[in-house]
């Protein structure tokens, strides 16, 4: 086991901490963004849809009652033995029917479209309240441990190592070993011959 932690410098610990205190800064911006929009959208559905839908189907009822009336003029002018087609008016007065249909179809879409937004939104901001929770208790719980551990780093370095008469490390424990293997010589070893 290691003799120590081998923390050269708590800077990357305040970096990180940094680092977290911008994204909890981001994300609370994000959060109250995203919760302005749904609100949007549903105060929109809720409160301007359907009165958008309803003027607009009277609209329409009108517009059928002059495209109706042009019609009617159309069909009963001659010029002498010769009556018009009036083509144009029953096109108009086909589609200002359309445009009832649907103008009166999107009241109950609406309707219903309120609820599955309602439901929606209901879902998101659950999802929402977790990351919330997390950006207000746990990050400031993060931050706390951080500059406790930043502070007993510190602490740990300022305390100067127990004398203990030995140096930290022994230049035999640094030394390559000794090589004992025997070792070849440049000459054989000389003789006596008798």
Not at 12 to 26: G, H, M
Not at 73 to 78: D, I
Request: glycine share 4%; proline share 7%; with cysteine.
């Amino acid at each position: 086991m290691a003799n120590s932690a081998g923390v050269s410098s708590t800077d990357s610990i305040r970096k990180f901490a940094s680092a977290v205190v911008a994204f909890q800064e981001e994300a609370r911006t994000c959060i109250a963004a995203l919760d302005g929009q749904v609100r949007q959208i549903l105060m929109w559905l809720e409160q301007d849809r359907p009165g958008f839908w309803k003027r607009e189907a009277e609209r329409c009822l009108q517009e059928i009652n002059s495209a109706r009336i042009r019609l009617h003029q159309c069909q009963m002018r001659r010029i002498g033995d010769f009556r018009p087609s009036c083509i144009e008016e029953q096109k108009d007065f086909e589609q200002a029917t359309r445009n009832l249909e649907l103008a009166q179809k999107q009241v109950p879409n609406v309707r219903r479209w309120t609820i599955e937004a309602g439901q929606e939104s209901n879902e998101f901001r659950s999802r929402v309240g977790q990351l919330a929770q997390l950006v207000e208790r746990d990050v400031p719980q993060l931050l706390a441990l951080l500059a406790f551990t930043v502070d007993r780093i510190e602490a740990y370095a300022a305390v100067a190592p127990p004398d203990t008469g030995m140096p930290l490390h022994s230049p035999a424990s640094t030394a390559e070993p000794e090589d004992t293997s025997p070792q070849p010589t440049a000459e054989p070893p000389a003789t006596d011959t008798p």
